[in-house]
Structures are given as C-alpha cells and as structure tokens.
C-alpha cells in the first residue's frame, strides 16, 4: 500500500485566518515532504523532516508553519498568508531520506485559495 | 542552469500508439536517480519508473519503460500502446546523491491521448 492521505482536498481561507494541513502515511517511512505546486508549473520543495525533526526549510515564509507530531503524521499551519499562497500544496513521504533508490509518494494534495 | 529539461510541453498520441516523452539532465555527480511521475488532473503525483545512474538495464514498469542514455545525459519515457487515461502531465525528476538530494522537477510534458 502506497498511500498518503492528505486532508482537506479543498480549503478556502481568508487572509486573517488560522488553518492547517494535514498529511498521513503508515508505510513506515521516516522522511516526509511538503511541496508547493502552482498551475502548470512542476512542485517546489517546501519543507522535508527526517525521523520527524525538520530537516530542510527551502527559505519558506514564516507563515507558513511544518509540524511533525509523530512518524505518521506531517502538518502545515498557515497563518496570515497571501493571495499569491493559492496553490496545490502537496505531501510526499519516502522511506529514509538517504537512500539511492528515494522514490517519494505523493498524496492527492489540498487545493488552497485565498482570498 | 535548468538541471532537467523536458523540451516539449504537449503531446499528443492516437490510443493504441507508443509516445515518448523526453528529458535530459545536467549533473556533475556520478550518483544520482531518474524518476517519472504522472500528475492528472486530479493533482496526484503518481510514481511511474526509476533508473540509477549505475544501472546497466533499462528500467520498464508494465507499459512504462525508459530509454537511459547516460552519456547524452538523456532519460525518455515510452509509453506503449496508449490508453485514454495516460492523459495527464508527466514530469521528469533527478535525485543527485551527492549534491543535495532532494529531487528537481522538470517543467513537465502534458500528454493528451486521443480516441
């Protein structure tokens, strides 16, 4: 089973809003990743924990906030984001970040929009 | 300097025919992964077919194989016998081992099957 849940699907939010993001995986996999994916553009890495400790941060803005409260489960807070923050956001896990053969899983994304 | 180009941003192919899309990359590292992802409409990114640098076999994956050419630095994607559900995007990825490790994206080809 190659699954990861990512959950909303759909999230509109306002620009004074809190909300978050929500990924799962339960392959066993210790590194997972958080992508940004604007329309017809390819995905732009975000964050990436290791055995749950951040590892990589590719210059995100602060309001943008990775959590990661166990193996399974990866987490993005967003706070006070802007319009141009409308985009695909997209969770991947794979087994250790590592290893040669890396193959990253993606989940179905959360189609955010803010207005 | 783009690490990964996919030359053509669309394709089309009559069902039933074999389509290739390409790619080549630009490294200087001597270890590295090839990766093909195919991304619907839905926003999924789906895992297709890896090849290592140090693989001496072409990799194939049911209909999917890759044409590796490592001293063009070139990693197509052949489809074969197209169906209408390989309509979707398709993106070309490199892992260097050595030099960073995360994946780079290529722009991506969008493949348009018709009946």
């Known amino acids: ?115 | 300097a783009q690490k990964i180009t996919q030359t053509q941003p669309g394709m089309f192919v009559q069902e039933k025919e074999a389509v290739t899309l390409d790619c080549t990359y630009d490294t200087s590292d001597q270890s590295y992964g090839l990766f093909w992802y195919k991304q619907p409409s839905s926003g999924e990114m789906i895992f297709l077919i890896y090849q290592g640098s140090y693989d001496e076999q072409n990799a194939t994956e049911g209909r999917y194989s890759l044409n590796f050419q490592k001293a063009r630095k070139s990693a197509n994607l052949v489809i074969s016998a197209s169906q209408l559900g390989d309509s979707a995007m398709y993106f070309c990825a490199m892992r260097e081992i050595n030099y960073g490790q995360n994946f780079v994206f290529g722009p991506g080809t969008r493949l348009s099957v018709l009946p």
């Open chain 1, 1 to 115: 089973d190659t699954e990861v849940t990512q959950t909303p699907k759909h999230l509109v939010m306002g620009m004074t809003n809190k909300k978050s993001l929500k990924c799962e995986q339960h392959m066993g996999h210790r590194a997972m990743y958080w992508y940004k994916q604007k329309a017809k553009k390819p995905p732009e890495l975000m964050f990436v924990y290791s055995y749950e400790k951040l590892s990589i941060n590719e210059s995100v803005p602060s309001r943008f906030s990775p959590e990661c409260p166990n193996s399974s489960l990866l987490n993005l807070h967003l706070h006070a984001l802007q319009p141009e923050d409308s985009a695909l956001y997209l969770c991947a896990s794979s087994p250790k970040q590592g290893l040669a053969k890396n193959i990253q899983y993606f989940g179905a994304g959360t189609r955010l929009s803010v207005l």
